[in-house]
Nanobody
Framework: VQLQASGGGLVQPGGSLRLSCAAS???????IGWFRQAPGKEREGVSC????????FYVDSVKGRFTLSRDHAKNIVYLQMNSLKPEDTAVYYC???????????????????WGQGTLVTVSS
């Protein structure tokens, strides 16, 4: 499975961006995790979506501001990010696995396939 993350860019505080994670393999496009890594920091989980889209999880720092959705026809998962803050600045990665998960995980080691990352910079 190949994943391609896109949609990053420079945005002012309070602004919005929508990240996309496109998968090359429909059959194995299962649970999705979004992660981010800021300069000098470890990669952290941000949000995830279960295989059947019934369950989502958001870390407290993004809850109420970020929203996950999936377009099955296009094999794309979107991460809508609103009310962005400077501390959201990071390279964002999406990841997936071929396993079926009723729930999802924001633990990086849970995933087998990773996108290349897209840079989000929140600055005035």
């Amino acid at each position: 499975v190949q994943l391609q993350a896109s949609g990053g860019g420079l945005v002012q505080p309070g602004g919005s961006l929508r990240l996309s994670c496109a998968a090359s393999d429909t059959e194995h496009f299962g649970p999705i995790g979004w992660f981010r890594q800021a300069p000098g920091k470890e990669r952290e989980g941000v949000s995830c979506l279960s295989s059947n889209d019934d369950n989502t999880f958001y870390v407290d720092s993004v809850k109420g501001r970020f929203t996950l959705s999936r377009d099955h026809a296009k094999n794309i998962v979107y991460l809508q990010m609103n009310s962005l803050k400077p501390e959201d600045t990071a390279v964002y990665y999406c990841a997936t696995t071929t396993s079926y998960w009723q729930y999802c995980s924001v633990v990086p080691d849970s995933y087998d396939y990773w996108g290349q990352g897209t840079l989000v910079t929140v600055s005035s």
